[in-house]
């Protein structure tokens, strides 16, 4: 076997999740020796730069990686030869053969089926799939507008049952990080985008496209809100540091933090906003507009970290990175609730009270692009294609 462009090209685009850098031949995994029997000196000059999957000894907690470009430093990447990383969900779409399959068999990872009643408006796609872990991407469709007043579900729901839906829920550590990969064509999707509920219906880190101020929402105003008052004067109007939006409800990506259904904080972009090199800005400040700067049909990824109270409520932490594939992830959200934190005692963990001292409780949930915003909010014309999906957990940092 000659090594060749086009060997390169087939070796980084296996569907299989056995990751290895080949640095030499003993490294090469056994059920793949013989592919590479005739090793070339060639070959050694990029091996450096070559993950090579082997579907045979596929792992679904290790998948392939073909986007060279890291994600940066202080982004949690899993890690499944460290023994303190905890998979809970790897979704790649590679085990349905049609958007019937998905909520009627078990997931790639092995993990239980999605509930799912939308399989009408959803289909299943190899072309174009995301650059981190792709097989195959369910696509999502939100094209039709919602009536006014009314909304659309069109995505997924994950609940722990038997078989468990989300694995090794015992061993969940102190930080859970939720990521996926997305691209967006035709027009932004307004609504809740990754709705996480460690315990069903009243301890909720909803994920959402947002122009509600950060912090309280019942608060009266930014100016005597106490987070909202760290970042903004001027009652939300003037930012107190660079990278902030320009106002505290500036349209963004925010997590709307819920207990007992009362009193949400909203915990939203914080940093790095702006249209250049290592920012982000989601393009408007209207519903009409939040979102534009992201439809231009390239992946992405959101990776979400949450991490427990440190001893108390609001000692918790909140993170967000965003990455395009090919570039480094940008820091977006960073709120640090801990003890001597410059959000001390505001930033909202789990409530322990509601199902345990754990993120993956017996009845924890997650909507994915699930519950669009109402009409006529939401104008639809988005086909949402979405990529890998994973959930692990980490000891706090």
């Avoid at 059920?31 to 091996?47: H, I």
């Avoid at 977006?332 to 930033?347: K, Q, R, S, T």
């Amino acid at each position: 076997m000659i090594w060749t462009r086009s060997l390169r090209s087939r070796v980084l685009s296996q569907s299989g999740h056995c990751v290895t850098q080949l640095q030499n031949l003993n490294e090469v995994p056994d059920c793949d020796r013989d592919a590479f029997s005739t090793w070339r000196p060639a070959m050694q000059l990029v091996t450096a730069l070559v993950v090579a999957a082997v579907a045979a000894c596929s792992s679904a907690d290790a998948p392939i990686t073909r986007d060279l470009v890291g994600p940066g430093p202080g982004v949690p990447v899993f890690d499944s030869t460290n023994h303190s990383h905890v998979l809970h969900v790897f979704e790649d779409w590679s085990a349905y053969s049609s958007a019937s399959q998905v909520g009627q068999i078990n997931r790639a990872d092995g993990g239980g089926p999605w509930l799912n009643g939308n399989a009408g408006s959803q289909t299943i796609s190899t072309n174009n799939v995301d650059p981190w872990f792709g097989k195959k991407t369910l696509d999502i469709n939100y094209q039709q507008a919602p009536g006014s007043g009314q909304s659309l579900e069109h995505g997924l729901t994950l609940v722990q049952s038997t078989p468990a839906r989300y694995l090794n829920a015992s061993s969940a550590k102190e930080s859970i990080v939720l990521e996926w990969a997305w691209r967006w064509e035709g027009g932004p999707y307004e609504g809740k985008i990754a709705d996480f509920q460690p315990f069903a219906g009243t301890d909720r880190f909803n994920y959402q496209t947002d122009p509600d101020y950060l912090g309280a929402q019942q608060q009266t105003s930014c100016d005597a809100d106490p987070l909202c008052s760290k970042y903004y004067t001027n009652n939300g109007n003037t930012p107190r540091f660079p990278g902030l939006p320009p106002q505290a409800n500036y349209g963004t990506g925010a997590i709307a933090r819920s207990m007992y259904a009362q009193n949400p904080m909203f915990y939203r972009q914080n940093r790095n906003w702006g249209p250049g090199a290592g920012q982000v800005d989601w393009g408007g400040n209207s519903w009409a507009t939040m979102g534009v700067s992201f439809i231009d049909n390239r992946w992405r990824r959101t990776i979400l970290r949450l991490t427990m109270n440190n001893g108390a409520m609001g000692t918790g932490r909140v993170e967000e990175w965003m990455q395009i594939a090919g570039q480094p992830a940008v820091k977006v959200m960073e709120f640090i609730g801990d003890p001597g934190g410059f959000d001390a005692g505001l930033v909202n963990g789990r409530d322990v009270s509601q199902g345990g001292n754990t993120w993956v409780s017996s009845s924890a949930t997650l909507y994915l692009y699930n519950l669009s915003a109402v009409g006529p909010i939401f104008t639809g014309g988005n086909t949402t294609h979405l990529g890998y999906v994973r959930i692990w957990s980490e000891p706090r940092e």
